[in-house]
């Protein structure tokens, strides 16, 4: 990792994925496993592609025809009756071109939405490890710019290449068909195509490429520092992370205009060849229709331009949907890495449901390193019988958090043996542990909706009463209905419209409701006014009472009555006891206690 933002939210350039693979048929080939629920859509459509790409050629052919025949020979009603002819295929390829768009949109659409919600699924089944060390901003242009790209790449790409690809053929068939020799003159130019095509295409793939990674981490830093603006504002840190930000566009910037020279030469050349072609062609071709000997029918002279225009007007389409193509596969490089990623950990496959569980949490030597060799956790060693309120009081950065962390089953230990009524987490299943579980983070995350639906979170099936129910016995109830609309307040995105107390109140009540066997609480009342504690403590003492409860707390008021306390320092446990044990040891704790009284009373 190059760099990395601190919490004022300035940018940070962290581009540690892998060197991208070089655009092969592989990706192509993935992309399309997602089509096969839709068979039936994509065999139609691909029907109707291979028709639509015959049908101006033939069109050109019909027009050589009527000016060969009807219109050569004077003849009134062959001349009418052929545009006639001309005017309904004309209506019968729009009826086509219409029926293929439609199909294509319909088909990449439908594709893109089971792509779209395998990444989001894939996403969560993840562990917290993942999400601690990749950007919020990242993760979201996976989500998506990324599969927008391989949208047009499903929707556009291979069908309208394909139709402009039959389009030649077709056209090229019908002129060999009407002069060989002019054709040859096509069959010339085509070694030149093929080395301009094959001398820019590694150009464009590697511009393309460095123009979606860099509108990544444009992405990436607009959401870390929407997400971290009232930092960025309290430090008066606008000019400093406008400068970052002015950075990245620049780089974006020189990106895409690098794409685009490299693209505005490749196009214009083979531009060139096309016009090139052109005037050979009538040069050659006014001299074999001027020259009695050879007498080309004037008919056929101009059917072969018509064709010859229908043969080189593919070729910028297909240059464009070339570099369409580069853009798909470069998302769908990004995308599929991310389907690829797997979990650091997961369930083993003999792994059993943890019963309902009394409540017993045990940790046996336990050691843990989120980077490796580097521990933050040495032999942790404790129990909590069930029903016991256990406390952990140390500084940042002592281990506190890995800990609850161990006990969610969010990480596994890397040594050691974490136990819930004798189960050990690696044995059972996740989603088991987590259903008896409650938890009251550090960070009160709601999420949109009502307060209600947000209490309810911890009981999906909770009734309109049990929720009421739940405020009433935090000591709530009351200032929930103050609110505008009631429990029926809309929050906004993090709980917005809600002071930080109420915020709090509703991660309470939400983990009453959920009654679980073992209650985790993360510097639960941090946000909290002495005012609103004082009101919550008689709450709080019932919510614990007969459940395993683990705090973590700086402050110690709010644990005085904990059954256990654990004083952690570097990863290690360095004292242990009772509130009132640990007073009298004179040590650590008493230390950090003094000092919080002393700033309480300040």
Not at 18 to 42: I, N, V
Not at 303 to 318: G, M, V, Y
């Amino acid at each position: 990792m190059k760099h990395s933002a601190g919490s004022d939210g300035a940018p940070r350039r962290d581009d540690d994925e892998p060197d991208m693979r070089p655009l092969d048929f592989g990706l192509l080939r993935r992309m399309f496993t997602y089509a096969r629920p839709y068979r039936g859509s994509m065999y139609t459509l691909f029907g109707l592609v291979v028709l639509r790409s015959m049908q101006l050629p033939v069109m050109a052919w019909i027009l050589g025809r009527v000016i060969n025949g009807a219109i050569a020979h004077s003849d009134p009603r062959g001349t009418f009756l052929g545009a006639l002819g001309y005017l309904g295929f004309a209506c019968f390829t729009q009826f086509t071109f219409h029926y293929r768009q439609k199909l294509a949109l319909e088909f990449g659409e439908s594709v893109l939405h089971d792509l779209r919600q395998h990444l989001f699924t894939h996403l969560q089944t993840l562990t917290l490890g993942y999400f601690q060390k990749t950007r919020l901003g990242r993760i979201l242009s996976r989500v998506t710019s990324d599969l927008d790209s391989v949208r047009t790449g499903v929707q556009n790409v291979l069908f309208v290449s394909t139709v402009q690809i039959g389009q030649m053929l077709g056209a090229g068939v019908f002129m060999f068909a009407c002069d060989p020799v002019l054709f040859s003159v096509l069959l010339g130019i085509a070694p030149v195509v093929w080395a301009l095509n094959r001398h820019f295409r590694k150009k464009l793939s590697k511009a393309y490429r460095d123009a979606q990674e860099s509108f990544s981490r444009v992405t990436a830093t607009i959401a870390e520092s929407v997400g971290g603006i009232r930092l960025i504002q309290g430090y008066v840190r606008q000019d400093v992370n406008s400068g970052f930000f002015r950075a990245l566009v620049a780089d974006h910037s020189k990106y895409n205009l690098g794409a685009a020279r490299t693209s505005a030469v490749f196009i214009p050349l083979l531009e060139l060849n096309s016009q090139f072609f052109t005037a050979t062609v009538l040069l050659l071709g006014g001299y074999r229709a001027l020259n009695p000997q050879i007498a080309m029918p004037l008919g056929d002279l101009i059917q072969f331009f018509f064709l010859a225009n229908l043969f080189f007007e593919p070729i910028k389409s297909l240059a464009n949907q070339y570099n369409h193509a580069l853009t798909a596969m470069a998302g769908a490089e990004r995308v599929f890495r991310l389907l690829d990623t797997q979990p650091e950990w997961s369930d083993p496959a003999d792994a059993v449901d943890l019963p309902p569980v009394r409540g017993h949490v045990a940790f046996d030597q336990v050691g843990f390193e989120y980077v490796p060799g580097r521990p933050v956790l040495h032999g942790v060693s404790f129990e909590a019988a069930p029903g016991t309120t256990v406390a952990l009081v140390g500084h940042t950065g002592s281990g506190k958090s890995t800990i609850i962390n161990l006990i969610a089953k969010f990480h596994l230990a890397t040594s050691g043996h974490v136990r819930i009524d004798g189960y050990d987490l690696r044995e059972v299943r996740t989603p088991s542990v987590n259903r008896q579980m409650g938890l009251v983070l550090q960070q009160n995350f709601l999420f949109t909706g009502s307060v209600r639906d947000n209490i309810r979170l911890g009981k999906p099936g909770a009734s309109d009463d049990e929720v009421s129910e739940a405020a009433r016995r935090l000591g709530a109830l009351d200032l929930f209905e103050a609110l505008p609309d009631g429990l029926g307040t809309r929050v906004g995105e993090r709980g917005a419209g809600l002071s930080l107390g109420q915020r709090q109140l509703v991660c309470f009540a939400r983990a009453l409701l959920a009654d679980p066997r073992i209650l985790i609480l993360d510097e639960a009342t941090s946000s909290i006014d002495t005012v609103t504690e004082v009101r919550t403590q008689e709450a709080l003492s019932r919510l614990v009472a007969g459940r395993t409860s683990v705090i973590v707390a700086h402050r110690l008021s709010t644990i005085t009555h904990a059954d256990l306390v654990l004083v952690m320092e570097g990863g290690h446990i360095i004292e242990r006891g009772t509130h009132a044990s640990l007073l009298a040891m004179d040590g650590t704790y008493a230390k950090l206690y003094r000092e919080f009284s002393r700033a309480t009373t300040a």
